[in-house]
């Protein structure tokens, strides 16, 4: 099985949750497979969110000409099958508070229109990213694009405060998963582990958070399903998985 594998990396980045936004927006600790494919959408110049809406702005909705598909960069990716790595210790990411001014005159209705915004970000995050060759032109596109170092919009993490770096692209074969341990995030299909850890001495890990997988047709929320990451043996691994380098990914 052909893919291809690049590093994904930035100095800090933000994938909003949507759940809480009164005090202070927090942000998933992984890119999201949404978000993810929102910047290979930006890297090969599909469309997004800005232009659906600016192609429907003056249109009813039910009417002949009103699209209510899905943006551009998803319908063209969202089969796509991509493996999400975490390049950090357990998984997890150092998180830091930010707290900076919204003063656009229509930020806030308080006294001098200024918004005091508190938002989490993650500090120097870094994923290996892998994607399924499924012979498509589309695949072909990204990769070639990945390889060239070539964009047609700028890739970001998550907000286009926070700069995306892509490095280490290279062109891989996956084989046949094998052993008890699978090294990437993956979709949580069992109750309980009943594994052990990899090595005896080796501090045991369990990172789980409800993330974005879909999204959902009509109104275009999140679909979200709970991702793991642990060093735990896994008893039945999900499907799509593969080795390369002794190493097993789950594609999603």
Known sequence: MDAISFKLSGKTACFRKPDVNAYTYFTYNN???????????????????????????????????????FPEFYQELKDLKISIIPLAKNGYFSKKIQVFNNSVGYASFEEGGN??????????????????????????????YLQIGKAVYIPYLGKNDHFANISDVKCIKLLE??????????????DKLNGWAREEDENPYFFQEMSPNKLQKDYHFYEFQPLVFTNYEIEHFPENTYNYDGKNYTFI
Do not use: C, M
Not at 43 to 69: A, H, P, T, V
Not at 177 to 190: A, P, T, V, Y
């Open 31 to 69: 890119i999201h497979k949404p978000a993810l494919l929102g910047l290979l959408g930006a890297i090969i110049g599909l469309g997004g969110y800005n232009q659906l809406f600016e192609k429907n702005r003056d249109l009813k909705k039910g009417s002949l000409e009103y699209d209510d598909g």
């Open 177 to 190: 998963s094998k052993g008890e341990f699978i090294d990437s995030l993956f979709i949580k299909n069992f």
């Open 115 to 144: 918004l005091i915004v508190r938002e989490q970000w993650l500090e120097n995050p870094a994923w290996q990213i892998i994607i399924l060759d499924d012979g498509t032109k589309v695949y072909q596109k990204i990769k070639e």
